[in-house]
């Protein structure tokens, strides 16, 4: 017998411990009864909820789900390579990350710098213009 989309779902939530109320919380439905529908196949999964499943959880095949081919999980390399890409999770961003944060602080600490150095230069000016004025009396 050929699986539909709605027992493959089942059968990833059952291998992956995730409950109805879980699912249905991320997805942000409603009520745990649609989840329910789908898994009981009462009602055929949106596509649009269909793709934010395949979001949600990168190791899910959406290949499988949708047509049955393949397996279950995606292949750890792409999973990597999802995640990598969807969430940042790679040393290089982590570097990254980190030469941003540096980089801010440098910033914040020049302007610090650059408004004494403007406080000192009217100071300055101030002096300056008092002299010039006592000099022309």
Same mark, same amino acid.
């Given at each position: ?21 879980? +699912? ?40 499988? +789900? ?39 602080? +440098? ?16 100071? +300055? ?13």
């Amino acid at each position: 017998m050929d699986m539909t989309i709605n027992q493959r779902l089942d059968d990833f939530l059952e291998e992956k411990h995730i409950s109805q109320e879980e +699912l249905r919380s991320q997805l942000g439905l409603k009520t745990r009864q649609q989840v329910s529908n789908w898994i009981n196949c009462r009602e055929k999964i949106s596509e649009k909820h269909i793709i934010r499943i395949v979001e949600l959880y990168p190791e899910l095949n959406a290949n499988w +789900l949708i047509t049955n081919a393949g397996n279950m999980f995606n292949d750890q390399k792409i999973v990597r390579h999802i995640n990598r890409n969807a969430y940042g999770f790679c040393e290089e961003c982590i570097k990254k990350e980190q030469k941003i944060e540096y980089l801010q602080e +440098l910033i914040h600490q020049r302007d610090q710098e650059i408004k004494l150095l403007n406080r000192e230069i009217g100071k +300055l000016e101030d002096r300056l213009t008092r002299r010039i004025e006592n000099k022309e009396l």
